[in-house]
């Protein structure tokens, strides 16, 4: 929702700061199908070009975290904590029974209670592979937290992509905007026979591409780019708190400590409560029994 009104914001200020100084707006109308055309058509001719299909496919798909936002909310981490707490518990009580769970999370009666956790691939895999590890001996707490850093680390690069894509375009849209006013120029040098009320005309006609590559640029995909990149950022926090956790599961900490380190570790805007995730807990541990 903010993002929609950002956008109308943008728009009403710029234009309607235009009409009231006097300005009008027949000329940008006329012109406007025409210079978005070469701009907007330049620009996306650029992006295919720069780009192999599968990463046009993720930018225009994650063009939509701009309106939705993050992908885990409050709620979301509250219930990592509570699943991981209950992994944990399994494995330390019985570390065969919890072979059942990470070799088929999607029939595990533990994963299922998490239905929105159960269906990102990622962090389900971060959280299977690394305690398979542990039970065949791999579990040397620094060793598997460089191994977990890197994972993430290289699976933020790839979702980067997205934002750093948008941002090559913004970047040259105000280039293309002058390739498109230069075009208007030089079509309006080959009319310069014509009346100064005409030539006015067709120099403001041409002048529309400058502004539109530049508005484009700076108004829409720039920032567009960056809500990207901070969301992206933003949910990467969910996969660096199941690091935390297991990490401090393999220092042999106490399970009620490791879960406590994740809380810890999760975001001011959406770490719960000490009081709310005790409770939480407790609501776990009584389902268990």
Known sequence: MIGIVGILVI???VFGGYILAGGKMGIILKALPFEFMMIGGAAAGAFL???DMAGVKHTLKDMGKVFKGSKWKHDDYKD?????FELIRLARQNPVGLEEHVEAPDESNIFTKYPKILADKEAIALICDTLRSASMNYDDPHQVEEVLEKRIE?????ALHSPHAMAAVGDGLPALGIVAA???VIKTMASIDQPPEILGKMIGGALVGTFLGVFLAYGLVGPFSAKMQSVIEEDGHFYQLIREVLVANLHNHATNICIEVGRQNTPGHHRPSFSELEEALK?????AA
């Open 80 to 84: 990592l904590l509570c699943l991981l």
């Open 49 to 51: 070009i720069s780009n």
């Open 154 to 158: 290289a699976n933020l690069t790839h």
């Open 283 to 287: 609501e776990v541990k009584t389902e």
């Open 182 to 184: 230069v075009l208007g």
């Open 11 to 13: 728009f009403v200020m």
